[in-house]
């Protein structure tokens, strides 16, 4: 019997149906998802109308090769630009969010003719060549892999960027909150920093959207907040609410021609389908103002639980760092409350909801991390937010 190649240390628990920010395992016992699966359940697991849509779909015709017209991504690419407000901007369809970082990266050098790419600590772009080598983690990255063509520059640091970023970088890729180096998040003026160096040196400012974006922090992309318009901005992860779908959103700027980028599975019948349920489901139901609501309600909940050594993020993008290994905290999190969280590094616990989520299960939250905060005996005084 061929077995699977051992990469992932598992839980012993076996999911067998979902529904909203519920799963039941196959013992019958209910979960409250507190992570889609790596921030990938944006409007809730099996929506009725997403699963609708992708059965009336599968129905008609799955998929078809980008050697004929496929309509449904005109209609993603409108209505991704209008909920985005990128209505200008152009999209090219892949399948991961690795892979939507290594089209970025290829259309940036193909741009300016350019190698050189600054990059942040603690990043994370994904496992492929480019992507994993704008990565901050030795351990991932092969020895093919590794290339001299990346600088890391320290986060949220102004004047390293002013340096850093020369004539001769050809795109700096950042993320607009860091997910798996801890949820941090950019400022401003940081992010304001780097649009104007790259303006100055011609070099392509990547805004990396797949964690951070799809309206998780409250608005569209979290880069938002500040104002600036990345050159080229990468999603994946929430667009397909579980069915494999990246893409990379494109300024103006940047010319097509026949060949530039290709896929063979990008932009099918499916994944436009599942990306078009999300979209109509994340504006009808109003899913980033919720992101924003329950988010708020989070942070002030755990807030005044505090405990922790600093709470950080934004909407539903949530990092509560304690000043001690997690690891059992959210063991018994799991087991005891029967909820799932995630985690960064060590020592912090990232919440990354359905945008869905509802009141009741931010309450049921709150209650157990008090219970369990209670419990190890934790000083009960107020972090530093
Ligand atoms: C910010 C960011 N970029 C890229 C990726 C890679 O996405 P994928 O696993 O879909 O290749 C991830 C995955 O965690 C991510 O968090």
């Given at each position: 019997?061929?077995?699977?190649?051992?990469?992932?240390?598992?839980?012993?628990?076996?999911?067998?149906?979902?529904?909203?920010?519920?799963?039941?395992?196959?013992?019958?016992?209910?979960?409250?998802?507190?992570?889609?699966?790596?921030?990938?359940?944006?409007?809730?697991?099996?929506?009725?109308?997403?699963?609708?849509?992708?059965?009336?779909?599968?129905?008609?015709?799955?998929?078809?090769s980008n050697s004929v017209k496929?309509?449904?991504q005109?209609?993603?690419?409108?209505?991704?630009?209008?909920?985005?407000?990128?209505?200008?901007?152009a999209?090219f369809l892949?399948?991961?969010?690795?892979?939507?970082?290594?089209n970025?990266?290829k259309l940036?050098?193909f741009?300016?003719?350019?190698?050189?790419?600054?990059?942040?600590?603690?990043?994370?772009?994904?496992?492929?060549?480019?992507?994993?080598?704008?990565?901050?983690?030795?351990?991932?990255?092969?020895?093919?892999?590794?290339?001299?063509?990346?600088?890391?520059?320290?986060?949220?640091?102004?004047?390293?960027?002013?340096?850093?970023?020369?004539?001769?970088?050809?795109?700096?890729?950042?993320?607009?909150?860091?997910?798996?180096?801890?949820?941090?998040?950019?400022?401003?003026?940081?992010?304001?920093?780097?649009?104007?160096?790259?303006?100055?040196?011609?070099?392509?400012?990547?805004?990396?959207?797949?964690?951070?974006?799809?309206?998780?922090?409250?608005?569209?992309?979290?880069?938002?907040?500040?104002?600036?318009?990345?050159?080229?901005?990468?999603?994946?992860?929430?667009?397909?609410?579980?069915?494999?779908?990246?893409?990379?959103?494109i300024?103006?700027?940047f010319k097509a021609s026949y060949g530039l980028l290709g896929t063979t599975?990008g932009g099918?019948?499916?994944?436009?389908?599942?990306?078009?349920?999300?979209?109509?489901?994340?504006?009808?139901?109003?899913?980033?103002?919720?992101?924003?609501?329950?988010?708020?309600?989070?942070?002030?909940?755990?807030?005044?639980?505090?405990?922790?050594?600093?709470?950080?993020?934004?909407?539903?993008?949530?990092?509560?760092?304690?000043?001690?290994?997690?690891?059992?905290?959210?063991?018994?999190?799991?087991?005891?409350?029967?909820?799932?969280?995630?985690?960064?590094?060590?020592?912090?616990?990232?919440?990354?909801?359905?945008?869905?989520?509802?009141?009741?299960?931010?309450?049921?939250?709150?209650?157990?991390?008090?219970?369990?905060?209670?419990?190890?005996?934790?000083?009960?005084?107020?972090?530093?937010?």
């Amino acid at each position: 019997m061929a077995e699977l190649f051992n990469v992932y240390p598992l839980y012993d628990i076996e999911p067998v149906r979902a529904q909203g920010s519920y799963l039941w395992d196959v013992n019958g016992t209910r979960y409250l998802d507190l992570y889609g699966g790596h921030a990938v359940i944006s409007v809730g697991h099996t929506h009725p109308r997403y699963v609708q849509a992708l059965t009336d779909q599968l129905h008609k015709i799955s998929f078809y090769s980008n050697s004929v017209k496929i309509p449904l991504q005109q209609e993603l690419a409108d209505k991704l630009g209008a909920l985005s407000d990128h209505p200008d901007y152009a999209l090219f369809l892949c399948n991961s969010g690795a892979e939507a970082n290594e089209n970025a990266l290829k259309l940036a050098s193909f741009h300016n003719g350019r190698t050189k790419v600054v990059a942040f600590k603690k990043s994370f772009h994904g496992r492929t060549a480019g992507a994993v080598a704008a990565t901050d983690n030795p351990s991932i990255v092969a020895p093919i892999n590794y290339n001299q063509h990346v600088t890391f520059l320290p986060y949220n640091d102004s004047e390293a960027a002013r340096t850093g970023i020369t004539s001769e970088t050809c795109a700096v890729i950042i993320e607009g909150i860091q997910g798996v180096g801890g949820i941090q998040v950019a400022t401003d003026e940081f992010l304001q920093t780097l649009r104007k160096r790259c303006d100055e040196t011609g070099t392509v400012l990547i805004l990396d959207g797949v964690q951070c974006g799809y309206g998780r922090s409250g608005k569209f992309f979290s880069h938002q907040f500040s104002g600036i318009e990345a050159d080229i901005i990468s999603m994946a992860k929430g667009m397909g609410n579980g069915f494999p779908i990246g893409g990379i959103l494109i300024s103006p700027k940047f010319k097509a021609s026949y060949g530039l980028l290709g896929t063979t599975f990008g932009g099918n019948h499916l994944a436009c389908t599942a990306a078009i349920a999300v979209l109509d489901i994340m504006r009808d139901e109003g899913l980033m103002e919720n992101a924003t609501n329950i988010g708020n309600y989070l942070m002030d909940g755990i807030g005044q639980i505090g405990g922790y050594k600093e709470l950080r993020g934004r909407g539903l993008m949530i990092g509560i760092e304690y000043d001690f290994p997690v690891d059992s905290l959210r063991k018994t999190l799991l087991f005891e409350h029967k909820q799932f969280t995630g985690v960064a590094g060590k020592n912090t616990i990232r919440l990354l909801p359905s945008l869905a989520i509802g009141i009741d299960e931010a309450d049921q939250f709150l209650e157990a991390l008090q219970h369990c905060l209670n419990a190890k005996g934790a000083t009960v005084t107020q972090g530093a937010q």
